[in-house]
């Protein structure tokens, strides 16, 4: 099969756009649709059958698949409707004292930082931040997160860190984290991994039962192509007991064991939603299978590569890379021309957002990192080096727009 833009025929886009931003939200194939209609027709048909019996057999089905793809069993997951609801399902769920210390990146997924200052705030745990400023290297992040936690485990009659929040592969910057070696770091510390893997099933190789977190999550809808929203959460079962589902229901069970995991399957059924898009796993991973997962990802990351460069040439900057080329994955984060302005930073945002939608067709996401603007561009296997170019020439103009204004 031909990865480019042709391909977009198999996909519900409009005629004209040119998208590149499938990292934000994601898209599936039209012939995924199709499935997601025949399961919302399915509970319509009959709903008592269906919440009360054939739901279940469904749900089984499409977990089982899943834990086949990402390597562990699947009784030890459940699927929720977006990374934010699976990283509070954890964080609000986990039995923390005041004190305890919770170590994250500044780097990570706001909504994800955001509840951090929740837990904060709602339990008194101290949280221990690490700033990067990229490109960096990944024995300088590992090396760096081992400096701070021997530091704050040094410090007299003081909790020590009992969970890390690591992401698999960032959202700003679209970068590839050395996820697997600061889970194995953590663990030799007796700290809890929470993975936020959110962009990562679909786009990386996944072993769950080899990388062993004690928690971990990825939105389905992002990179394998089932609907909005779709997202898987892992729970060893060694953490079971104390994991409950954001909304508490009938089968809820305290557990003052922590690997007491009686109630966990039971808890995380579905409440009365629409769970036709977790049900999309299958249809998912079949289209998948038919047009071969491998040569999905190398074209993603080939054609991210290459546009990436191809933007950077254009608009006279660089690609954000470190020297052993382990942060693009299917993600290339190119950096922005420089530019005057007196728009704050929200507002810059928002102007690139709106004028690429609106006048030039297409959309990427613009972000401010390390005092510098930086675009994530996102490779797929509809869009070929001709859309880089269009993002090119469009970012060229609005550049000179932003300066055009003082």
């Known amino acids: 099969m031909n990865f480019n833009k042709g391909l977009r025929e198999e996909f519900y886009f409009e005629p004209k756009f040119v998208p590149l931003n499938h990292g934000a939200l994601g898209v599936y194939p039209k012939i995924v649709g199709e499935a997601l209609n025949t399961y919302r027709l399915k509970a319509e048909a009959n709903p008592d059958r269906w919440i009360r019996f054939d739901m279940y057999q469904a749900l089984e089905r499409n977990l089982q698949l899943l834990g086949n793809y990402i390597h562990c069993n699947p009784i030890d997951l459940a699927f929720v409707q977006n990374s934010t609801q699976a990283a509070n399902t954890i964080l609000r769920s986990y039995p923390f004292k005041a004190g305890d210390k919770i170590l994250y990146y500044r780097t990570g997924y706001i909504a994800v930082n955001k509840t951090l200052e929740f837990i904060r705030d709602q339990y008194k745990v101290e949280l221990i931040s690490i700033e990067l400023n990229y490109p960096v290297e990944d024995a300088n992040v590992i090396q760096l997160t081992k400096e701070t936690i021997e530091r704050e485990h040094a410090k007299h009659n003081e ?3 009992v969970m890390a929040v690591i992401d698999a592969i960032s959202s700003a910057p679209g970068v590839r984290f050395p996820f697997e070696a600061l889970t194995k770091l953590v663990r030799e510390y007796d700290i809890l991994s929470f993975v936020d893997g959110a962009h990562a099933i679909g786009h990386i190789e996944l072993n769950i039962d080899e990388l062993d977190p004690d928690f971990f999550f990825s939105n389905c809808h992002k990179w394998l192509y089932t609907p909005r929203g779709c997202t898987v959460l892992y729970v060893s079962k060694r953490n079971q007991g104390f994991i409950h589902p ?11 064991d922590r690997s007491d995991a009686s109630s966990f399957g039971q808890e995380f059924i579905p409440p009365i939603i629409d769970i036709s898009n977790y049900l999309c796993v299958e249809p998912a991973l079949r289209y998948r299978e038919e047009i071969g997962e491998d040569a999905i990802r190398a074209y993603s990351h080939d054609i991210a590569v290459k546009g990436g460069q191809l ?30 302005t007196t728009k704050s930073d929200a507002e810059v945002v928002a102007f690139y ?3 690429l939608i609106f006048e ?6 613009v972000y401010k990192h390390n005092h510098n603007w930086w675009i994530r561009l996102s490779g797929q296997i509809y869009v070929d080096l001709d859309d880089f170019k269009h993002m090119a020439q469009a970012l060229v103009i609005l550049t000179k727009e932003l300066n055009e204004e003082n």
């Open 360 to 365: 030039h067709n297409t959309t990427a996401s």
């Open 353 to 355: 957002y709106k004028k």
């Open 159 to 161: 909790p020590k860190i």
């Open 311 to 340: 933007v950077a040439d254009i608009l006279g900057t660089h690609v954000m890379e470190n020297s052993t080329k382990t942060l693009t994955i299917n993600m290339v984060n190119v950096r922005l021309p420089a530019f005057k």
């Open 246 to 256: 954001t909304a508490i229901n009938s089968a809820y069970k305290y557990h003052e």
